[in-house]
């Protein structure tokens, strides 16, 4: 115990040695934003994972834990006191992460683009042709009353409230905004029912099949809004034509991706079958991934909806449980 004691000392006295004389910019200098970066992801994944540990011990669903916990380390609680070497609090800076200009944008970006690959790859669109026509009905009708409630409060009241302009109706960033509050998260809604032994039952079946098509009909108009609304930012007038021209260039991106991505996904497990080697394959859907996003991108449209659409094509192969395990 001494011991222990005195090698505690011995690290505070070099702490405060290291750091005498410093200033509050210059100590928050010393820290390269990319181990800061790296730091808060530390963070976060310690947080969310004693969150959950903690809610699944009282009997309550993790995912709601590691949320909390998130929220929690955020920046505008524990993660906005300030610190010895972040003065400002060391989530002070977490918009600045997903700028463009941001040191770590490419990693976010390929981050991205591997969730919603593995987003897509626990989408079965066969259980969505096996269900009942109730689910399908479902998702879309109740994605289209959220969107239509978020859009009108967005164009008609909260210009009223908080006296700003307002968006119009084909106003792409009131479009985009009310699609991002319409979709439903399926993986946290399988945990929810999986956590309650709900998963396999007949509501248990009919929701998750509302949150797929919910997905898949978000995802897509989250695509256009998106590439509408980078359009605007580059100069172009928010009008119905930019969001038509939007729309042809979705169905083609989209198009490219899956007439290119279910074959290539049918060959590669076809091939590691008869090999009985998965390295390879998950290698080659590494790269399909990778690829998808970018044709996206180039189209001017987002990269991650390119990655999604890779994922739904490996999700019909054998080989997805090896690739999500990978």
């Known amino acids: 115990m001494r011991n222990k004691v005195t090698f505690i000392l011995a690290l505070v006295f070099c702490a405060v040695a290291a750091f005498a004389g410093q200033g509050r910019a210059s100590a928050h200098e010393l820290v390269v ?54 003065p400002d609090g060391l989530m002070c800076d977490a918009e600045g992460l997903l700028t463009s200009q941001g040191p770590v944008f490419g990693i976010v970006t390929v981050s991205l683009v591997v969730l919603f690959f593995l987003i897509g790859l626990d989408t079965d669109v066969r259980q969505i042709r096996r269900s009942p026509a109730g689910g399908v009905a479902a998702g879309i009708g109740g994605f289209f009353f959220s969107f239509a409630s978020a859009l009108i409060i967005l164009v008609e009241i909260a210009p009223a409230l908080v006296g700003t302009n307002a968006w119009g109706w084909t106003s792409p960033q009131a479009l985009l905004v009310s699609t991002v509050v319409s979709v439903t998260s399926v993986g946290v809604l399988a945990r929810l029912l999986s956590a309650r032994q709900r998963l396999e039952s007949p509501a248990g079946t009919v929701a998750l099949t509302a949150a797929m098509t919910n997905t898949l009909l978000g995802l897509f108009l989250f695509t256009v809004f998106s590439g509408a609304a980078e359009g605007v930012v580059k100069g172009s007038q928010p009008t119905l034509m930019l969001l038509v021209a939007t729309t042809l260039r979705a169905f083609l991106g989209f198009g490219l991706v899956a007439l290119c991505g279910f074959p290539i996904a049918r060959y590669v497990n076809a091939l590691a079958l008869r090999e009985k080697s998965y390295t390879g394959a998950f290698v080659v859907s590494a790269a399909c991934l990778l690829i998808a996003g970018g044709v996206m991108g180039v189209l001017g449209l987002s990269v991650i909806a390119g990655a999604y659409v890779m994922g739904i094509a490996f999700s019909s192969t054998d080989l997805r449980h090896e690739i999500r395990e990978r």
């Open 33 to 86: 934003p990319s181990a800061r970066f790296i730091l808060q992801l530390g963070v976060l994944v310690f947080a969310a994972k004693m969150g959950g540990r903690f809610f699944d011990r009282w009997r309550f669903p993790k995912v709601l834990g590691e949320v909390l916990a998130g929220v929690l380390v955020g920046p505008h609680l524990l993660g906005g006191l300030g610190l010895p070497l972040f």
